[in-house]
């Protein structure tokens, strides 16, 4: 018995210090070894969260190609989301979050152009174009942005950024130029990737504009929700579960749809609202650099997808362009101001794919 108070007193007394106060010995705790193993702790959060949205970001259009292998993709798509954004909306729920029906509208209008039209056009092109591939056009979102806030008054293009959108639109010509190198890759595929970054710009832009949840899950869950349901209806009208052979899904597909829900959207995403709570937006937005690069060495590495000069060439171009009118966007001026308020990508920058 002795033995074991011992061993608690020992273990008390370990990082900490003995001091008199009052002219009694009193064991206080040292605060600077705490310290150190918070910082410690929180520089390792850090570290997994920056993993989480550079890595598992980057990997999800390769799952999403091996979803979709057999699995018709609007029926991945609609599942994936709706118990990604089931989980976020009961999360916030049980942490007080009750949305009201103008954020239900909100979610509604983002849900169409995020999810329906973004991920829709995503899931299904990724049939017929290479993960890396997808994964380099959908990098494009920054340029679209730009130009769209630029025709709704809301930024000015600067000579870099107007520089990088040139450079950018090289990038995107070689890849889905008439001459495709990349075996498997269609014409149609590769405009049906850049159609869901448009859409996705154009949800990104509009977003300010609607009266979205001020709660980080809420914010996401709804227009998630939304859009996986009608991803789901457009799965029906189009016949696609009637198509879904049950007996012949595969183990990859079924991996690869479990990856997308856990990890793509819920870890995540998590690890982004995390992040951008504690970090500049700007060094959280360094993401879209890494993840066509983490698509393409995973796509090469996995699936053995072709990895071509002109791929390369055209991923240095994309990637270029991206850094210039991330630079060019600091330097312009924005106007309304209040749309500069909502600086940080409003919903759900982390589903990019």
Known sequence: MRSQQSAAIMAMIRGSRMVNIGGRPVIVSNS???????????????????????????STYLAIRYAVETIPPLVVAGVRHSIAGAIMLA????????????????????????????????????????????????????????????????????????????????????????E???????????????????????????????????????????????????????AGISGEFQQTHWATISMRSLLG???LIVFGSVVAFTSYIWLLQRVPPALVATHTYANPVVAVILGRLLAHE???????????????????????????AVAPAEVRASETPAPVSEECA
């Open 91 to 178: 999360w916030a729920w049980v942490r007080g979050y009750r949305p009201t029906r103008q954020q239900w509208v909100a979610g509604f209008v983002l849900g169409l152009f995020f999810f329906l039209v973004g991920h829709g056009s995503l899931h299904w092109a990724e049939k017929y174009v290479e993960s890396g591939l997808a994964a380099l056009l959908i990098a494009t979102e920054p340029m679209f942005i730009l130009v769209l806030a630029w025709m709704m008054g809301q930024q000015k293009i600067s000579r870099v950024s107007a520089l990088g959108l040139g450079l950018g639109v090289v990038g995107v010509a070689m890849l889905t130029g008439l």
């Open 257 to 259: 749809l479990g990856f």
């Open 32 to 58: 600077r070894d705490i310290s150190r193993k918070t910082e410690r702790g929180n520089a390792v959060k850090m570290t997994l969260a920056f993993v989480a949205i550079y890595v598992i970001w980057g």
């Open 306 to 332: 072709h990895l071509t000069p002109r791929v390369v060439l055209a991923s240095v171009a994309i990637l270029g362009a991206i850094v210039l009118i991330r630079r060019g966007e600091r330097a312009a």
């Open 180 to 234: 495709l190198s990349a075996k498997g890759s269609s014409l149609l595929g590769l405009l049906a990737v850049l159609l869901g970054s448009v859409s996705w710009s154009v949800g990104v832009v509009i977003a300010p504009r609607l009266k979205l949840p001020s709660d980080a899950l809420g914010r996401t869950a709804l227009p998630t929700l939304c859009g996986a349901a009608m991803l789901l209806i457009a």
